[in-house]
């Protein structure tokens, strides 16, 4: 099994900025892919950004220049650095990992609990 737990979340001002982290725990395969997801109120999850064990990134266009995703591998920890936030940010953000096995991502996967993230004056 895997843990995931997350930390971070706040409310914020409109351009502020906020760190979200997300250590992972358990039996994690070392080679893999976390991520953060949101969900807004009466929407579907999507994905923010996600990193990879070998540093490859992947980001929505929604966030691409205001946010920044890194990881360290020996904590087994991912952040999501939030600067110029907007009102339109705010969510539950869930961390998520899925192993990558024999080179390929695979469709199971686990998620923390959630991070409240409200951006409002």
């Known amino acids: 099994q895997v843990q995931l737990v997350e930390s971070g979340g706040g409310l914020v001002q409109p351009g502020g900025s906020l760190r979200l982290s997300c250590a992972a725990s358990g039996s994690i395969f070392s080679d893999n892919v976390m991520g953060w997801y949101r969900q807004a109120p009466g929407k579907q999850r999507e994905l923010v950004a996600r990193i990879s064990s070998a540093g490859w990134t992947n980001y929505s266009g929604s966030v691409k220049g205001r946010f920044t995703i890194s990881r360290d591998n020996a904590k087994n920890t991912v952040y999501l650095q939030m600067n110029s936030l907007k009102p339109e940010d705010t969510a539950v953000y869930y961390c998520?990992?899925?192993?990558?096995?024999?080179?390929?991502?695979?469709?199971?996967?686990?998620w923390g609990q959630g991070t409240q993230v409200t951006v409002s004056s």
């Open positions: 998520n990992l899925r192993p990558v096995i024999g080179g390929t991502i695979s469709p199971d996967d686990y």
